[in-house]
């Protein structure tokens, strides 16, 4: 069964790093998506990305994060200078069509950051 | 963000029981509503939606209820079984906000045998 693949499963960084966490969507897949839990807390909506644009971003995706599909396959979210609030599990998810919700979640990427 | 509440963060249930686990919501814009399915080390796996313009969708051992006077959704699983085990997370939609989810907090469901 097709999945959403994502690396690292864990990085740790230290505060004012650059990180980037990647994705690999399923591959009929048109619409991406990251998502972040911080532990304890709810999962959040940060992006969504659709023919190479963003297309819906929330207030916690500020100048320090971007995303990029670089080639055919990879998503990727870049985080510039890390704060020790960006500690969480980042979710990457992808979806065949929009307004159903149905979203397919990678197995997540913890980032630690101290 | 309180737009998704789910107000019971744990529930045990013998195997073979209804588990049954709640959602409610404030945002009358919201058109779409889902549950997802969570296991340790893993990522949300989507189980079971609903539109807003049906008050119940059935999937199997699945059954989601909804009640827009109330805001209120719910799931219902039975016979509840070992591997249902997990985190369930409530999460909504507005289809002006395209697959932008908003979950609730989740309720960890033990099955117990």
């Known amino acids: 069964e097709p999945e959403v693949t994502q690396t690292p499963s864990h990085q740790v960084t230290q505060m004012g790093q650059e990180v980037i966490l990647r994705c690999v969507p399923i591959?009929?897949?048109?619409?991406f998506y990251w998502y972040r839990q911080i532990l304890g807390q709810k999962v959040e909506f940060l992006v969504s990305f659709y023919n190479n644009e963003i297309s819906e971003k929330s207030e916690i995706f500020d100048d320090q994060f971007s995303v990029e599909r670089p080639d055919g396959s990879n998503f990727t979210l870049k985080i510039r200078s890390t704060k020790l609030e960006d500690s969480a599990m980042y979710f990457c998810?992808?979806?065949?069509?929009?307004?159903?919700?149905?979203?397919?979640f990678g197995e997540g990427s913890r980032l630690t950051v101290l | 963000d309180q737009q998704v509440k789910q107000n019971s963060p744990s529930l045990s249930v013998q195997e073979g029981r209804i588990s049954i686990l709640n959602c409610d919501y404030t945002?009358?814009?919201?058109?779409?509503f889902l549950w997802y399915k969570k296991y340790p080390a893993e990522g949300p796996t989507f189980l079971i939606s609903i539109s807003s313009i049906k008050d119940k969708n059935e999937d199997g051992r699945f059954t989601v209820f909804l009640n827009k006077s109330a805001k209120h959704l719910s799931l219902h699983i039975v016979p509840s079984q070992p591997g249902d085990s997990a985190v369930y997370f409530c999460a909504a939609s507005a289809k002006a906000a395209g697959n932008k989810l908003t979950f609730g907090g989740g309720t960890r469901v033990l099955v117990k045998p």
């Open positions: 998810a992808s979806s065949v069509r929009v307004n159903t919700g149905e979203l397919f």
């Open positions: 591959s009929n897949h048109l619409y």
């Open positions: 945002n009358s814009m919201f058109d779409y």
